[in-house]
C-alpha cells in the first residue's frame, strides 16, 4: 500500500513539475523558476525563522507548494495562514496540494488591501518564492512597502534568489533596496542543492 502512494505521489509531483515549466514557458516574468524548490532550500527557508508563537504568516507566490508544507508545520495551533498566488494554474494546483488553506488569486503589490479583506492586522512573518529579477523598479517598490507595512516590528521577511539574478539589472536594484525598508538583511551560503543553485536572504523589520 505504502509503495502505491508513493508511485502516486511522484507522479503528481512529476505533474506539477511538468505544469511549472509550461507556466514559465508561457509567462517567465510571473513565473520565474523551471523547476520545484528543493526541500533543502525549502528547510534552509524557515529554518532560521522563529514561528513558535506566530499569529499570522503569509507566503507569497507559492506555486506548487515546494516550501508550504515546511511552514505550516512549524505554525502554532491558531496562527492565521494566508497564500498569494497570481497564476491561476499554480493557484489550482496548490489548492489541490493543500486544500482547506486560503489562497488569493491576486497581485502581491495588494498584500495590504488583501489583508484588510481578510481582517489580518498584522503579519509576524512572509516567505517569498517570487521572481524579484523580472519585475520592474515600481512592482518590486509598491511589493516592499506592502510587504513593511503588514509586518509586525521585527517581523521577518524571507525570500530567495538565484546566482544569475544577482547579475540582472533588476535583480541588483532589488538586492539595493532591501537595505531601505529593513533594519537588517542577511544572506546564506549558496544551496547547491537546488536548481537552480540558490541563496536565501532573510529580513527584519
Known amino acids: ?63 506548487t507548494g515546494s516550501f ?27 489548492s489541490r496540494r493543500y486544500p482547506g488553506q486560503k489562497l488569493c488569486v491576486d497581485r502581491v503589490e495588494e498584500v495590504a488591501s488583501i489583508c484588510d479583506a481578510e481582517g489580518i492586522e498584522r503579519v509576524d512573518a512572509v516567505f517569498s ?26 517581523g521577518r521577511f524571507v525570500t530567495f534568489g538565484y546566482w544569475f539574478g544577482t547579475l540582472m539589472p533588476r535583480g541588483k536594484r532589488f538586492y539595493e533596496l532591501l537595505p531601505r525598508y529593513f533594519s537588517e538583511v542577511t544572506y546564506s551560503r549558496y544551496v547547491w542543492r537546488n536548481l537552480p543553485p540558490a541563496f536565501v536572504v532573510q529580513c527584519r523589520k
Open 129 to 154: 518564492g517570487l521572481p524579484w529579477a523580472t519585475f520592474d523598479h515600481d512592482a518590486q517598490r509598491r511589493t516592499l512597502e506592502g510587504t513593511v507595512s503588514v509586518l509586525k516590528p521585527g
Open 1 to 63: 500500500m505504502s509503495n502505491g502512494r508513493s508511485t502516486v505521489g511522484a507522479l503528481h509531483k512529476r505533474r506539477d513539475s511538468l505544469s511549472l515549466l509550461r507556466q514559465f514557458l508561457r509567462a517567465p516574468a510571473v513565473i520565474g523558476a523551471v523547476a520545484p524548490s528543493s526541500r533543502v532550500l525549502a528547510e534552509c527557508m524557515v529554518k532560521d525563522v522563529d514561528l513558535k508563537h506566530a499569529e499570522a504568516v503569509l507566503e507569497f507566490g507559492p506555486g
Open 68 to 94: 508550504t508544507n515546511h511552514i505550516l508545520e512549524r505554525l502554532p495551533s491558531g496562527c492565521r495562514f494566508l497564500a498569494i498566488e497570481l497564476d491561476q494554474v499554480m493557484a489550482d494546483i496548490w
